[in-house]
């Protein structure tokens, strides 16, 4: 199991926390201007409530470099202990992911990277050669059109089923460095459901509780493992856009609280809480 | 048409070139130690004989605020009227897809961009709803690994073929814009006169010649449009490191004028030659 897993797994546990928190700060709607002062605030008020925080690369990039170094800033703010997964979708030819992996884990100092699978596993494996790292490929994604290709019927390895399948199955496959995880949107739980039968215990990252409206109760209960863990349910504007208000970070740790205590609730439900 | 393609065909009948010279600067491999420095080097000696620029973003990333910053000189180096492909194989989910075409057409100013299709129409509608930029969409990559899953035989929209053939079929249907590319790698030629069927006279980026050991001339006979132009045939290493000495822009020079060259040739006795 690699370093990131425990870290992961150790974080989960100490926090009582599924949770992760997805940092996507946007100018447009945040109640201040500086986006390392925003997410220093957020990060402060939630970070005893979560397994990890999941900075989304773009929203950093389309400031330019003030934005980059307020994702260096924010990285840095994040407690020791708590991993960050940078989303990123990253993926390329050899050389070329060899560069964004060092890119994302050493210039960067990221504990964990979403990358997409498209490309193949050559393209992957550049990020899976940094073994106490995090590598989540995409899987089944949460936004409207991820079934046009993800869902087409194919027949990998004599197994016929949907592409997103073939994709976790291939991912199971190339886990030597047992660092892989899935990413698999909260707005499609049966097929979240057939991920993990597939995966047995790899971390699951679900994105699209809150304001993609996922539905929490339904990625708890498909997305956990045997024991009822690696999963990190992930919503990210409902938390930091809780409050428009001075008192954004009071109202992030606020909403950031009930979705832990909903999903330990659910935890509760199934018989798997927390000891 | 969109005003890319109106640039790139203007920039392609202006130097008498399909060749694009990849832009892809690893301080290990360079004979100087200044990105900036090293592209504009290359720029100045090349910028006759190319339709277009595509620097990759891994590599500048990969160095930090220092790099980025390289790339922003590297993109300001290029002349007017010369198109530089931003190759990021970027996409996600609608929101984020916003961030990263902001990112890529406003803050870096690009004039085109690549991009991943695995999650679907609305995570590349973003990068087309710039009309007057270029959006590459990945097809058929020229990686080893690349048929793990684009060559796997699917059946969408009635049609039954290979993944990368599908996504050529949407590309043609997403296109109201006509701002839409392909990307298939020189290393597949027959992969390549597959997709040129399907997308009639939009542009496709063909990279994998030189270090990849693509087929130059295969590459020109089946990625050419049925008036012999249209295709984007792109080397980086073969050309930026053709020396590691001193003379390495003249070095770069002199395998970018043969390489067009052999282009040229190639579509002489296709009876396409420029007027």
Not at 159 to 176: C, F, I, M, S
Not at 211 to 222: C, H, I, T
Not at 236 to 247: E, H, P, T
Request: glycine share 10%; aromatic share 6%.
């Amino acid at each position: 199991m690699s370093a990131f897993i425990e870290q992961l797994d150790a974080a989960a546990a100490r926090n009582r926390s599924l949770l992760c928190v997805g940092l996507d700060p946007s100018l447009s709607a945040m109640p201040i201007d500086n986006i390392a002062e925003f997410n220093r605030a957020i990060i402060a008020a939630t970070s005893d409530l979560v397994c990890a925080y999941k900075p989304q690369w773009a929203f950093y990039e389309a400031e330019g470099i003030p934005g980059i170094e307020a994702l260096q800033a924010t990285i840095e703010a994040v407690p020791d202990g708590i991993p960050v997964l940078l989303d990123a979708k990253r993926g390329d030819m050899d050389n070329t992911s060899r560069a964004y992996a060092k890119a994302a884990f050493e210039t960067w100092g990221a504990d964990a990277l979403t990358v997409n699978p498209y490309q193949g596993h050559d393209a992957v494996q550049p990020f899976l050669d940094y073994a106490d790292r995090g590598v989540f490929v995409l899987a089944r994604t949460s936004n409207p059109g991820s079934a046009e290709f993800q869902d087409l019927r194919v027949r990998g390895n004599g197994v016929e089923g949907p592409l997103y399948e073939e994709v976790a199955r291939q991912a199971v496959a190339w886990n030597d460095n047992g660092n892989i995880g899935l990413v698999v949107g909260a707005t499609v739980p049966d097929e979240l459901a057939r991920v993990r039968s597939i995966v047995g215990s790899m971390p699951i990252l679900v994105p699209g509780i809150g304001a993609q409206g996922g539905d929490l109760e339904a990625s708890v209960q498909n997305g956990v493992d045997q024991n009822g863990r690696r999963v990190l349910i992930s919503a990210s504007r409902s938390v930091i856009y809780a409050s428009k208000g001075g008192d954004f970070a009071e109202a992030a740790r606020a909403e950031a609280l009930r979705l832990r205590d909903a999903i330990n609730a659910e935890l509760e439900r199934m018989g798997k809480p927390w000891p």
